[in-house]
């Protein structure tokens, strides 16, 4: 059964990429349309098994991971000042605009500060994947909007510890940010002195394609290592192709991560997203979907456009950073997941979350497409009079 469905998210993530790029649009809006439509909320192709998530998993691990190997540290040194400032700011905004809705629908303030979060994580995955396709992954807009999403990530993690330990919890606030100063603290430090080195050793071991195994191999220990700690997977394989690219190897591994990567895995994790469309138990918030959806868009374009704006971008690069950070993804899923076990959330509004979520990942790559899109200019002709 696993072969079979794997052959129709592969099916179905190609023909409806084709689709989308004839239509002008980047490939990955196909695929998240494909896995809306063969996933169990229209045609029911296939299920959102255990197997499907992890295979989804390692899929955005390896694309982050390309991401990290992509990533001029010149450029990204040069954005952390934007990054910063984005990042609070998208955090900001929706969390305020998040706690004033639910408040407004008669929760209370721990579920309504708990709805904020969920509307301020940012996934960049989407985005990453629009912008390398449109080649602008590496614009000073496409740095910003990575640091901003690492950024974004620890915040919410942290207020998420915050407002557990409020609410009895057993999270530690003090642990949290121990573990996550622990975790950047020994990722730099290998990065630095390791990586290079273990690299090296591990290309030279006489076995196909050594190089490309070892990245693997670290990439992976850094996402774990990452997980461990209570940071995204996403942000310790981002953090190890980084450190893979500053070395000799890093642009052949780059070439081969992509085929493991784009043959399979990649395709998975945007098709996947699609299946978490729920139409059943919708009910009485149907209502609530597009309000809270235009919430969700314009309080990540505000506040990471001003983020960048008072970071010292023009107003049309403001727009793009604050566009890139829209998405809300996998990470906002994980949340609305602990909310709904937790009792932070029911069954109706934990279903109008998911909606939201992918309404915003679907509304990124063509927001991404239209902001980057220049005008070309047009020839002057010269009107002689004769």
């Known amino acids: ?47 959102n098994s255990d197997i499907i998530h992890e295979l989804s998993n390692i899929g955005v691990i390896i694309l982050m991971f390309i991401a990290g190997l992509e990533t001029d540290l010149k450029q990204f040194k040069a954005s952390v000042k934007a990054s910063t400032y984005v990042g609070f700011m998208g955090v900001v905004f929706p969390l305020a605009g998040g706690y004033v809705l639910s408040s407004m629908l008669g929760m209370n303030t721990f579920e309504a500060l708990f709805f904020g979060l969920v509307l301020s994580a940012t996934s960049v995955s989407i985005s990453v994947q629009t912008l390398r396709e449109m080649n602008r992954l590496q614009s000073k807009e496409g740095m910003a909007i990575l640091g901003a999403a690492v950024l974004d990530d620890i915040i919410v993690i942290i207020l998420l510890a915050f407002l ?16 996550k100063a ?45 997980e461990a700690t209570g940071v995204a997977a996403i942000i310790g394989a981002y953090l190890a192709g980084i450190a893979i690219g500053q070395t000799t190897h890093g642009h052949k ?29 919708l009910g009485e918030y149907v209502w609530l979907i597009v309000p809270l959806s235009v919430l969700a868009v314009l309080t990540k374009m505000i506040g990471g456009g001003l983020g960048a704006k008072f970071a010292g971008y023009e107003w049309m690069p403001s727009i793009r950073v604050g ?34 979520v992918l309404v915003t990942t679907l509304v990124t790559p063509p927001l991404l497409k239209l902001l980057f899109t220049e005008k070309k200019k047009q020839p002057q002709t010269m009107n002689q009079s004769m």
């Open 182 to 226: 622990a975790f950047f603290a020994v990722a730099l430090l290998v990065a630095w002195k390791v990586v290079p080195w273990a690299l090296s050793k591990l290309a030279a071991f006489r076995i196909p394609h050594a190089p490309i195994v070892a990245a693997l191999l670290i990439c992976f220990a850094y996402a774990y290592y990452a």
């Open 253 to 281: 591994i780059m070439e081969q991560a992509e085929i493991v990567g784009y043959s399979l895995f990649v395709p998975v994790f945007f098709v996947s997203i699609g299946f978490s469309a729920q139409i059943s138990g």
């Open 1 to 47: 059964m696993l072969i079979l469905e794997l052959a129709i998210i592969l099916i179905a993530a190609k023909i409806a990429g084709h689709i989308s790029v004839r239509f002008g649009q980047p490939s990955v809006l196909g695929q998240l349309i494909a896995g809306i439509l063969i996933g169990p909320a229209v045609l029911g192709w296939v299920d």
């Open 164 to 179: 557990m330990s409020f609410m009895g919890g057993d999270v530690s606030i003090e642990e949290v940010i121990l573990m």
């Open 323 to 356: 566009a890139g950070m829209v998405s809300r993804g996998e990470v906002a899923l994980i949340l609305a997941s602990m909310g709904l076990k937790d009792g932070l959330l029911d069954g109706g509004l934990f279903t109008t979350l998911i909606i939201v």
